[in-house]
Each structure stands twice: as C-alpha cells, then as structure tokens.
C-alpha cells in the first residue's frame, strides 16, 4: 500500500485563506486555532483539489474569498514513488484545473493520485440525513476506483434531466421521452452495476472499524437497494413498462438518483434507533470503510483529514482512531481548539491558524 | 488601461474565441499577422470576410459548399438508396475520408437536446423523412456521436424511421467510456425491447 501524502499545499482566496504555503509531515499534521480562524477552510481546501467538491456542500461563489477575485489552491501529491501537482483556480462562474500543468482528459486520472477522506460534524447525516448524502458518499468512492464511474454518473444525470424536461412539457412526446430510455439505461445501469459491487465491502469494513474504534459489538449493515437493475436491457425493459407512471408524475421516478443506502443498527433502522454517540461513531465507520475500499482498490491509502474530532468523539476513541491511522500508515490532517487532542499525536507538525494565514506552532512538548 | 478600440487587442479577442486557441497562442498570432507580409493577412482578411456568402449549405444534403449541391450529392455513382445521418458537416468529412461508404449523407445541423433548447418541435426531422420518401432511401445509418445527446437522437431516429418503414443501423462507435463499464447499442436494445414496446 502506497500512502497518499501532501508534500505541499499553497492556497489563495479560497474562503477566508490568504498566502498560506505549507510543507507537511509524512505522517501528521495539526492545524491549532481558536474558532472561525480558518482550519476548516484548509481542509477543504486540500479536499477541493483532490474531489472537485466543497464537502460542505459549497458553490464556487462561497469558496471564493469575499475580497478575492480567484480562489487558487495548488497541492502536491506523492505516491508510488511518483510526484504530481493538482492545481485548481476557481472564480464565481468557472472552474479551471491543470494535473501536472495539463488538463485532465478523463475523471479517473485526475481522482486516481490524491484521494483524501474527511470526517467532519457534518457527516452525522450520513446517518440522519436524506438518501442524497448516502449516495454521494458511493459516488465519491466509485469516482476513485472505478474507471468510467465519474463520466457515467454526468452522462446519467443529463439523461435524466432532459427526459424530464420532456416529461414536463404539457404534451409531452412520448417518442422523444423514449429516445432518452437509452442513454438512461446504457448509464444508470453501469451507475448501478458500480454502486452493488462495492456495498459489500463497504459493511464489512464499516464493521470492522465499529469494533475497532468504538469497541463496539453492535451488528450493522448497509444495503443497497436499486429499484433499477444493473443489466442495460432489464433497465430500458423497465423504464418502457413504468413510462405511464413517469407521464403520470412527470418526472423519472425510478432509477440510481432516487436509491438509498440504507442503514441498520442492531436491524432497526440506524436514524430512529441510534444514540448520539452510536450516531457519531456510524458515520466515523462509514467514512473509515471509505478508506478502506479505495486503499484495498487502488492499492493507495488516502490522506485521512478530521475535522473538530474532539467535539465528535471521546478521548478514548480519539486515541483508538489516531492509533489505527498510524497503523495504516495514512498521512493524517486533524484541525483542533485543543493543544490537549494536539497532545495527542506527539510526533505531528503543528501548525497555527489565525486569521486565514498559517504559521508553524512549536511542538507539542514545549507548549505549556 | 482601457484596450477598447486597440486594434491588437481586438484581433485577440476574437482569436481567443477559435476552438484551441488560448490568450498567449492568439497574441503570437496577432503579431505574426503583423510581422508577415502585408498581402497575406489581408488575403486573409478577405478569405474570412466573403467565406459567408461563398459557402452554403447544400441544397440536399446540408454539407458545406459552393455550389447548390455538394460534390457527394452532384456525384451520380454515389448510392441513393442509403444515407448516413450525422449531427454536424464535420462528421460526415471524417467518415468520407475513411472510404468505405458510398452512399450519401444527411446532416442535421443539430441533436435532439431539451437542455440546449432543441426538443422535438425542433428537431429536423420532417426535412430527414422528406428527403428519404423523395429519394427512395431504404437504409439509413445512423452516425450520431456517442454522447448524452447523440445516442438519444439516435434512438428517436431509429423508432422514427421504422414507423415510416426504413431500416436503420447504428454506426459503431468505439467504446467511449473504456475500462469496466461496457455498454449495449441503442439499435440492439431496440430489437431486444421491440416486444415489450408494442405492449
Ligand atoms: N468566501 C469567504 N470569504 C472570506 N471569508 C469566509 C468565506 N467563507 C467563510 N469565511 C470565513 O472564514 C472564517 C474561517 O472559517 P472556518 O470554518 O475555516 O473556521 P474554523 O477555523 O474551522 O473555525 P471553527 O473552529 O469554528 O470550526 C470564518 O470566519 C468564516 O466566516
Ligand atoms: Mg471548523
Ligand atoms: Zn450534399
């Protein structure tokens, strides 16, 4: 397993972030600082060039800095003995990104180097929040490791958005709704086929992680349950027989944008049933099976990047999660209020946020 | 510094517009125009300027060119009987220069596309049907790229068609998307779901 690591991030203009450049540690870095300074926006800095999306779920207008005109965040990417640079400039309209001073020709070889996987309080609507969430972490995993998945999943949704549109017309022509069955079955389908064949590897890893992390024996699964099937002719022999449905409603409604990964815990659905702390521990497993997959995929381990987990977890699982980070070998980003979670991870750089510029910050021992 | 009326910066911004062609590559060009000799960017200039009214479309086919009708159309050994549909001229200049198909083509100028603003009240279809009944055409291939846009144009062609009692077949079309998704041609699954569809 080849370790995805930062060897060097440089950002402008994105959020509240100004002339930050910094070379990180192989293994761990900390970001300290008092509240609204910035650490956030790093991560997701780092997680922009590497996915392309804000993961808390911002356009570009709000990643751009409010005094700035670009948002640049450059970031270089060693693995496999090999070194590259992902560059991404965004304005409020437009989105440029260079691999290696060129354009990407296709999804994979620009999401193949520099996965990342974040935990953030966001991700406790993994558990509690609409399907949508469940089915852009799938999506996030499958744009990874499977080639064609991220130009398949866009060719699906224009599909789908221009069969509806259709679909809304006061008249609509049935011929030209069908024309887009093909295109929807020949996509969905593979949308689908991606999605099944990598569930299972995603519970049992989520299992795993529950037991290692949090102790915990609780039996969990996740199913993923496409009402559309994966085989291309079934899929268009489908939407043929449900088009009086679909006119009736107008809009699509079966298909991979309308399918659930759902959640049980202990064989009770995991929203009604689980605790705050069963809650938190779910998505930390759900997002550690994410490692998980595209490591056992892709032969490289992501850079791990936490956000706020003291205000997540307890100190136990902290230790536990740092302790199987350093196992795995992942280079680690962890922001924190706390110099005692900082503590935590002795050997780590640190590193200071105030006001959306970063400084080294002495070494754990020293402080106080 | 204000750049409106700069001739320089003017001749750049309309360069940048060109397929490939960034700010740096339009400035060399600019100034390349005006470091060669003078006869060359106004032949040019000329050539730009009259290309609108020199060319047109072909009167049957919807290729570019000078005349009426394309030299393809013009040609008495190409083949009536089968026609190759295809979105733009450019297409139909990259399967001629393959060599293998002598019939004649059919361009539309346009993909059936909702989003883009071409639903099926715009479509070019009734010029395609007329063309085929004038003609006689009893087979059409369908060469629309393998997009979103290009597949869907082709399915509503081939069930178009059929009801107007034309064969069709889909041009293949090289796998786009590669690696581990593999895919099934509109023209199969219309055969693999003409049962279901007559339901
Ligand atoms: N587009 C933007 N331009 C400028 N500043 C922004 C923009 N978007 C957000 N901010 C500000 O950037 C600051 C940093 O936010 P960030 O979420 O990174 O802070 P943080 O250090 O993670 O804080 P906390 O500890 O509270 O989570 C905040 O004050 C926020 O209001
Ligand atoms: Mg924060
Ligand atoms: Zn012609």
Redesign the interface.
């Known amino acids: 397993m080849t370790p995805v690591r930062i060897t060097e991030l440089v950002v402008g203009g994105f959020r509240n972030l100004q002339g930050v450049r910094l070379t990180p540690d192989a293994r761990a870095n900390v970001l300290l600082g008092a509240n609204g300074q910035g650490k956030t926006s790093i991560l997701e800095a780092i997680d922009y060039a590497a996915s392309l999306r804000s993961f808390r779920g911002a356009t570009r207008a709000q990643l751009v800095g409010h005094e700035a005109d670009a948002a640049q965040v450059l970031l270089r990417v060693e693995g496999a003995g090999l070194s590259h640079e992902y560059r991404v400039k965004l304005t409020r309209t437009t989105r440029d990104i260079l691999l290696d001073g060129k354009r990407p020709e296709r999804a994979?070889e620009y999401f193949g180097g520099a996965a990342c996987v974040v935990f953030q309080p966001g991700d406790l609507e993994l558990v509690l929040g609409g399907p949508d969430v469940r089915r852009r972490l799938l999506d996030r995993i499958l744009v990874r490791v499977?080639?064609?998945?991220g130009?398949?999943l866009k060719?699906y949704a224009?599909?789908l958005?221009?069969r509806n549109?259709?679909l809304r017309?006061r008249h609509p022509?049935l011929?030209?709704v069908?024309?887009?069955?093909?295109?929807l079955?020949?996509?969905g389908a593979?949308v689908v086929?991606?999605r099944e064949s990598v569930v299972g590897e995603l519970v049992r890893a989520a299992q795993a992680a529950l037991g290692e992390i949090m102790k915990s024996s609780e039996i969990i699964s996740v199913a993923y349950r496409a009402k559309a099937p994966g085989d291309?002719?079934a899929y268009?022999?489908m939407l043929?027989?449900a088009v009086h449905n679909d006119l009736a409603r107008r809009t699509t409604q079966i298909g991979p944008h309308a399918d659930d990964l759902t959640l049980t815990w202990s064989g009770r659905p995991a929203r009604v049933v689980a605790s705050q702390g069963q809650t938190r521990s779910l998505a930390l497993a759900l997002r550690l099976a994410e490692l998980h997959v595209i490591e056992g995929r892709t032969k490289t381990t992501p850079a791990l990047l936490l956000d706020d987990v003291s205000s997540e977890l307890d100190r136990g699982r902290i230790e536990r999660l740092f302790a199987m980070v350093t196992r795995l070998g992942a280079q680690v980003w962890v922001t924190t209020t706390d110099p005692a979670i900082a503590s935590l991870l002795p050997r780590a750089k640190r590193f200071e946020v105030t006001d959306g510029k970063v400084a080294p910050a002495p070494p754990s021992s020293l402080s106080p | 510094m204000d750049d409106t009326g700069d001739p320089i910066n003017e001749l750049v911004r309309l360069l940048v517009r060109l397929p490939g062609v960034g700010e740096k590559s339009a400035r060399r060009i600019a100034f390349h125009m005006l470091a060669a000799e003078v006869d060359y960017a106004q032949a040019l200039g000329q050539s730009l300027a009259t290309l609108s009214t020199r060319v047109r479309r072909c009167a049957s086919c919807g290729a570019y060119t000078s005349r009426e009708l394309c030299g393809i159309c013009a040609d008495p050994r190409r083949a009536t009987d089968t026609l190759c549909v295809v979105a733009r001229p450019m297409d139909a200049d990259a399967i001629e220069r393959a060599r293998v198909f002598m019939g004649r083509y059919h361009v539309l100028h346009a993909l059936?596309?909702?989003?883009g603003g071409v639903?099926?009240?715009e479509?070019p279809l009734g010029a395609l049907i007329e063309r085929i009944q004038r003609e006689g055409v009893r087979e059409v291939i369908l060469a629309t790229p393998p997009?979103?846009?290009g597949?869907?144009?082709?399915?509503?062609l081939a069930?178009?068609l059929r009801s107007a009692g034309v064969t069709t077949t889909r041009i293949a079309s090289g796998v786009p998307?590669?690696?581990?998704?593999e895919?099934?041609d509109?023209i199969t699954?219309?055969r693999?779901?003409e049962g279901?569809?007559s339901?």
Not at chain 1, 178 to 183: K, L, N
Not at chain 2, 151 to 156: D, G, I, M
Not at chain 2, 177 to 181: C, F, P, S, T, W
């Open positions: 994979v499977v080639d064609g998945y130009e398949a060719s224009k599909a958005r221009a549109m259709l017309e022509d011929r030209a069908q024309a887009y069955d093909f295109p079955a020949r996509f593979a086929r991606a291309q002719v268009a022999a043929a027989s | 059936l596309d909702p989003l639903g099926p009240a479509f997009t979103v846009e597949e869907a144009t082709s399915l509503y069930e178009a998307h590669g690696g581990e998704l895919f099934v509109p699954l219309g693999a779901l279901r569809r339901l």
